[in-house]
T-cell receptor, first 115, second 111 residues
Framework: DSGVTQTPKHLITATGQRVTLRCSPR?????VYWYQQSLDQGLQFLIQ???????AKGNILERFSAQQFPDLHSELNLSSLELGDSALYFC??????????????FGPGTRLLVL | EDQVTQSPEALRLQEGESSSLNCSYT??????LFWYRQDPGKGPEFLFT?????EEKEKERLKATLTKKESFLHITAPKPEDSATYLC????????????WGLGTSLAVNP
C-alpha cells in the first residue's frame, strides 16, 4: 500500500458525459501527478500540481482539467468523453519540488470505461 | 529529445533462471532514473531510484545498476511471484522535471 488513495476504482459512463476522479496523496506529500495508461500505450503524463499550483503539463487534452485543493487532495475532471478516453487513470504523489527529483508513489488507479 | 527504450519487450524465464532487463535512455542532464514494477490493472510500485553512473541498489532478488547511457535490472533466481511488467523512467535537467517513461518489459516466470 503506497498511501495514495483514488476513488472511484471503476467508472462506467457514456460518450459525451463528464466524470470526476479523486486522489488523496500520501501524508506529507505536496505534489500530485496524474497519468493515463491505455492498453496499447505506456504511462502518459497529464499534469502535476505542487501545493495547489499547476507545475507541469503533459499530454492533457483541453477537455480534461485538474485542480489541487487546500487540503492537498486533487481532482481530475474529464468532459465530453469519447470512447478513446477509456483507460486506467493513475494519481501519484511525491514529497515536493526539490532540487533532486523525488520518487513518485502511485495510487491503485481508476479504471474508466466509456461506452 | 529525451527518450527511454526498454528491452526486451517480453521475457519468459524458468524459476531460478537469472536474467537482466535493460533500460537505455537519452536525456540531457540526468537527474534520476526510476524502476517500478506493475501488476496487471494495478498502480506501479516503486522499486529503486538511481542518481549517478556507477550507483547500484539491491532489494531481495533485484539489483539495479546505472551507467551514463543505460540501466540494468538484474533478477537473480526469480520466482513466479516476480512476474510483472517492469517500468523504467528518467527525469532530465530540462523538461520541467517530467518523468519520461519506457514501455516496460513484461516478465513471466514459470514454476
Amino acid at each position: 500500500d503506497s498511501g495514495v488513495t483514488q476513488t472511484p476504482k471503476h467508472l462506467i459512463t457514456a460518450t459525451g458525459q463528464r466524470v470526476t476522479l479523486r486522489c488523496s496523496p500520501r501524508s506529507g506529500d505536496l505534489s500530485v501527478y496524474w497519468y493515463q495508461q491505455s492498453l496499447d500505450q505506456g504511462l502518459q503524463f497529464l499534469i502535476q500540481y505542487y501545493n495547489g499550483e499547476e507545475r507541469a503539463k503533459g499530454n492533457i487534452l483541453e477537455r480534461f482539467s485538474a485542480q489541487q485543493f487546500p487540503d492537498l487532495h486533487s481532482e481530475l475532471n474529464l468532459s465530453s468523453l469519447e470512447l478513446g478516453d477509456s483507460a486506467l487513470y493513475f494519481c501519484a504523489s511525491s514529497v515536493g519540488w526539490g532540487d533532486r527529483q523525488e520518487t513518485q508513489y502511485f495510487g491503485p488507479g481508476t479504471r474508466l470505461l466509456v461506452l | 529529445e529525451d527518450q527511454v527504450t526498454q528491452s526486451p519487450e517480453a521475457l519468459r524465464l524458468q524459476e531460478g533462471e537469472s536474467s537482466s532487463l535493460n533500460c537505455s535512455y537519452t536525456v540531457s542532464g540526468l537527474r534520476g532514473l526510476f524502476w517500478y514494477r506493475q501488476d496487471p490493472g494495478k498502480g506501479p510500485e516503486f522499486l529503486f531510484t538511481l542518481y549517478s553512473a556507477g550507483e547500484e541498489k539491491e532489494k531481495e532478488r533485484l539489483k539495479a545498476t546505472l551507467t551514463k547511457k543505460e540501466s540494468f535490472l538484474h533478477i537473480t533466481a526469480p520466482k513466479p511471484e516476480d512476474s510483472a511488467t517492469y517500468l523504467c523512467a528518467v527525469v532530465g535537467a530540462g523538461n520541467n522535471r517530467k518523468l519520461i517513461w519506457g514501455l516496460g518489459t513484461s516478465l513471466a516466470v514459470n514454476p
